[in-house]
């Protein structure tokens, strides 16, 4: 049973390009979260999402971020016009049931750099 | 936002020792987990805890859900050298209905052979 995945696994991009980030959930989960890790740090939560559905973007922030999981395909972190302080390890975890219970299986992340 | 404030921040043992690592909140949880992260990898889950004064084990590892529900303890025993690493605790906090975890600043393990 294949883990969650996510790619690409390093991406570097300049000031004010964009940047995509892919994750696809462990088969038979239907919750997506995405989190941020500075180096150093702990994870800081940033959306949730189930199919077709954003329940919680509390940790979003306002601008040139967005998150999406469609009804077929892996779910997207999208930041547009990156920043030299968006350069971060973004992870993605996925749960097979609704968020008061249920662990959380993380992939193996996407390092952002932004040059 | 929130944060829950985990020690110590860092552990330098021999292998063989036992360690101990613990998290507090200043707000009551219902569910408390345990990750490992290896550098340039993505935290894997431990141990997950979800009733106040549950203690489980996973090998050598044992866990406890604090009573008070506001704190919870990580050991490692007869520790070896691939113990090395960063280790997380994460928790909700029971006025979360989207289910999202807290996590703590991390514990970075250092086992010397």
């Known amino acids: 049973n294949a883990g969650v995945m996510q790619n690409p696994r390093h991406l570097v991009r300049r000031r004010g390009q964009e940047a995509r980030l892919r994750c696809s959930p462990m088969?038979?989960?239907?919750?997506v979260y995405w989190y941020r890790q500075l180096p150093e740090e702990g994870l800081k939560f940033m959306v949730y999402?189930?199919?077709?559905?954003?329940?919680?973007e509390s940790g979003m922030p306002k601008e040139r971020f967005s998150a999406e999981f469609p009804k077929e395909g892996p779910s997207i972190l999208r930041i547009q016009q990156v920043v030299r302080g968006d350069s971060a390890a973004y992870f993605c975890?996925?749960?097979?049931?609704?968020?008061?219970?249920?662990?959380?299986?993380f992939g193996p992340g996407t390092r952002l750099t932004v040059t | 936002g929130q944060q829950l404030n985990q020690s110590p921040q860092s552990m330098f043992i021999q292998e063989g020792e036992d360690v101990s690592m613990n998290c507090t909140s200043s707000?009551?949880?219902?569910?408390w987990l345990w990750y490992k992260q290896d550098p340039g990898e993505g935290p894997v889950l431990l141990i997950a805890?979800?009733?106040?004064?549950e203690l489980t084990s996973n090998g050598r590892l044992t866990a406890q859900f604090g009573i008070t529900r506001k704190d919870s303890f990580l050991n490692i025993s007869a520790s070896i050298p691939s113990d090395v690493g960063i280790y997380f605790c994460a928790g909700r906090d029971v006025g979360n209905q989207g289910g999202k975890l807290i996590f703590g600043q991390g514990t970075e393990l250092s086992v010397k052979p």
């Open positions: 999402l189930q199919k077709e559905n954003i329940i919680d």
């Open positions: 707000s009551i949880f219902n569910t």
């Open positions: 975890a996925s749960s097979p049931r609704t968020g008061d219970l249920g662990e959380q299986y």
């Open positions: 088969k038979g989960h239907s919750h």
């Open positions: 805890l979800y009733k106040a004064g």
